[in-house]
């Protein structure tokens, strides 16, 4: 439901915070951060604002945090995805984000924060999702902005939560004693069996990740056992979807997304293959509610709520409406998956500027379903795919709303695997299943 778009009063910071430049639409004076090396601060920050980058219309040391730089019709942003960096220890070969050693300024941190409690309105909730390039690469930043945010968000009678998008290598003791401390949600993003994680996920200088991996993945799911295996799958390793699978759930995952990423890559041999693996996924996850155990995988689970729903959601996500990416000059996006340098007329501005409500109206509509251009009325998908990610349908086929047709059916893959599992569980009228999606018991 939308909330109501009106900004909470300004309140000033207790004693020892941080001091943020939120002095409305005044212009003047320096970013004064202290990220530390490698930071947007230094000669190649400075000499790409004097040349004026791609959206950026204020040069970075003349910026301050422009209140009014929020939404002034259609929803409140109440989640933002927040590009801490560009800089990533890892070279997925299938990643879509640019690749720099540059840095959100700590004073775009802090402004992002400020930003989103006005940009929120009436909300009492609001969420951050710390993205990059690996977020834990600013670690020691992160250990300033949150407690500072949480401090923030109380004095507007707000809560804040915050979760991560991390490849787990950088994970530590003290990474996780934090998020213990703070109660930070994530998913950990990772391929599958070493040999794919490695093909698929080296290093900058070109080794396997998987065993960087290997030794967080312990303390990830000690510290939160629910965390989501999320595993980009392409075309090329398609057939080994179930042993990744296996690996997954020896390793201690219950709740595993595999992905299809690079639609344009896939044809109708390789999404065969996607089905067969993916098929016998399915009759794991039967077998295991055979002996009461629950296991959530994406695509199964969503076939399966709208089966019972018998109706869509209207809305994919929310990149555009309740949801922005804030990046890391303070520039707003619909989302993380936004392409900046082709899709420029996309960016909804910015903090420091204005907030471009025309910008994003094609996605701030009430109801996705009914602009999609499939005829997805007899679709064994219908009741829960919302028209895929409308950055990706951008990119394949030039509308947000128009899906490229192996998107279809890899979706279609999930409908008829997910109705397996749905048939036979209910047939049997299994306790764990009934328990899990028809609330009984």
Same mark, same amino acid.
């Given at each position: ?36 090396? *490698?930071?947007?601060? *230094? ?14 219309? +204020? ?38 984000? @640019? ?48 407690? !500072? ?35 930070? *949600? !994530? ?23 998987? /065993? ?36 997954? /759930? #020896? ?10 990423? *690079?639609?344009? @890559?896939?044809? %109708? &041999? ?8 993916? /098929?016998?996924?399915? &009759? ?16 199964? &689970? ?23 990416? +804030?990046?890391?000059?303070? &520039? ?31 996605? #701030? ?57 749905? %048939? ?18």
């Amino acid at each position: 439901m939308a909330q109501e778009l009106m900004a909470p009063p300004v309140t000033r910071g207790p004693v020892g915070l941080p001091v943020l430049s939120v002095l409305g639409t005044s212009e003047g004076g320096g970013c004064g951060t202290s990220c530390g090396s *490698g930071c947007g601060s *230094g000669a190649s920050r400075k000499a790409a604002a004097a040349e004026g980058e791609p959206g950026v219309q +204020i040069p970075f040391a003349r910026r301050r945090l422009k209140l009014s730089a929020v939404p002034t019709s259609g929803t409140a942003v109440t989640n933002i995805d927040m590009d801490l960096t560009v800089e990533c220890n890892l070279r997925c070969t299938y990643c879509f984000k @640019e690749k720099w050693n540059e840095h959100m300024e700590e004073q775009v941190a802090f402004d992002t924060i400020v930003w989103l409690l006005h940009a929120s309105g009436s909300a009492r909730s609001v969420n951050v999702n710390f993205m990059g390039g690996e977020p834990l690469i600013r670690f020691r930043m992160i250990q300033k902005l949150v407690p !500072f945010a949480k401090r923030r968000a109380a004095e507007h009678g707000k809560s804040i939560h915050f979760g991560m998008t991390t490849n787990g290598t950088l994970v530590t003791d003290e990474v996780v004693a934090f998020w213990k401390k703070w109660g930070l *949600g !994530f998913h950990t993003s990772i391929d599958g069996t070493p040999e794919i994680q490695d093909q698929n996920r080296p290093t900058t200088g070109g080794r396997g990740s998987s /065993r960087l991996v290997a030794k967080a993945v312990p303390k990830i799911l000690a510290y939160r056992q629910g965390t989501t295996a999320r595993s980009t799958v392409v075309a090329a390793s398609a057939g080994s979807v179930y042993e990744s699978y296996r690996y997954f /759930r #020896d390793l201690g995952y219950t709740s595993i997304a595999f992905v299809p990423g *690079g639609n344009t @890559e896939w044809n %109708d &041999d390789s999404i065969a293959i996607y089905e067969g693996q993916f /098929r016998r996924i399915g &009759d794991d996850v039967i077998e295991e509610m055979r002996q009461g155990r629950v296991v959530n995988v994406k695509g199964i &689970d969503e076939f399966i709520e709208g089966h019972i729903r018998q109706s869509r959601h209207k809305h994919a996500c929310g990149a555009g409406r309740g949801m922005v990416l +804030i990046d890391i000059h303070g &520039d707003i996006w619909p989302c993380h998956r936004w392409n900046k340098e082709k899709e420029a007329s996309w960016r909804i501005g910015s903090i420091y500027e204005q907030f471009d409500d025309a910008a994003r109206s094609i996605l #701030d509509q009430p109801d996705h379903g009914v602009l999609l251009e499939q005829n997805c009325a007899i679709c064994p998908a219908q009741n829960f795919c919302t028209g895929g990610c409308p950055a990706e349908n951008l990119e394949e086929t030039g509308a947000v709303y128009r899906r490229h047709r192996n998107a279809c059916e890899l979706t279609r893959v999930w409908a008829r695997v997910g109705l397996h599992v749905h %048939d036979t569980l209910k047939a049997e009228s299994n306790p764990t299943f009934l328990t899990r999606f028809y609330k009984a018991g």
